[in-house]
């Protein structure tokens, strides 16, 4: 995929801040690129793109978002530990990080955006995960054997790469547990290439989503206008 303009960085106050929830609204993100990619039978739609769709148009039309503002235990222990994460990410590279609350697609027509964990320099996106410990330690071993991470997190890798644009040349995939008791197995780092995110797909897939988002819109519009 040729080089894009970059993404355009938003600052926020930080990310899960009023502001940040706010930026989000109504736009294609980074948790929602499962959903949005997922196949249904034959050639019916999945469910999931349905009630993403229903979601983003309730969020644009009524400015208030559909999220559940509930968090597991996990997804809070995750929140907890970016920031260790991060720094065992730096220690381990020697690359500082640079945190980003936000960053809108260059396309400003084009509703999607991404909160990235962080970037080094223009070429790389870092992406810092702390699961469960038998998630984590299979993480460590597929990086240790040179694997990609597992299928289940390219669609939100191939969403901040694709937002991101730019001379983005790689995400750099964090597994982080310091429950472990060898230090070496706390941290693992998966260094997944754009080339292996097939970002021209993606981008078709994105965009006719978008593109049916905004029909169902207009379809709203006239029916209110009748």
Not at 198 to 222: G, K
Request: with cysteine; charged share 25%.
């Amino acid at each position: 995929m040729s080089r894009r303009p970059a993404g355009r960085i938003i600052n926020t106050g930080g990310q899960r801040s009023p502001e940040w929830f706010a930026a989000r609204l109504g736009r294609l993100s980074s948790s929602h690129a499962k959903a949005m990619l997922a196949k249904g039978r034959g050639e019916a739609e999945a469910q999931s793109v349905v009630t993403l769709r229903q979601n983003l148009v309730a969020e644009r039309r009524s400015g208030y978002p559909t999220h559940q503002s509930y968090a597991t235990v996990a997804m809070l222990r995750g929140i907890v530990k970016e920031p260790d994460a991060r720094f065992r990410y730096e220690c381990e590279t020697g690359d500082l990080v640079r945190q980003v609350d936000y960053v809108e697609h260059h396309e400003g027509a084009l509703l999607a955006g991404a909160s990235p964990d962080g970037l080094v320099g223009g070429t790389t996106v870092v992406e810092l995960k702390a699961p469960s410990t038998t998630r984590h330690l299979h993480n460590y071993a597929r990086a240790k054997r040179g694997e990609l991470p597992d299928s289940e997190y390219f669609p939100q890798l191939r969403h901040l790469a694709w937002c991101l644009g730019g001379d983005v040349q790689q995400v750099d995939f964090v597994s982080f547990d310091d429950r472990l008791t060898r230090f070496e197995e706390q941290v693992a780092i998966t260094r997944v290439p754009i080339e292996a995110l097939d970002l021209e797909a993606y981008d078709t897939i994105a965009r006719r989503f978008l593109e049916s988002v905004e029909e169902q819109m207009a379809d709203l519009e006239a029916l209110t206008d009748e």
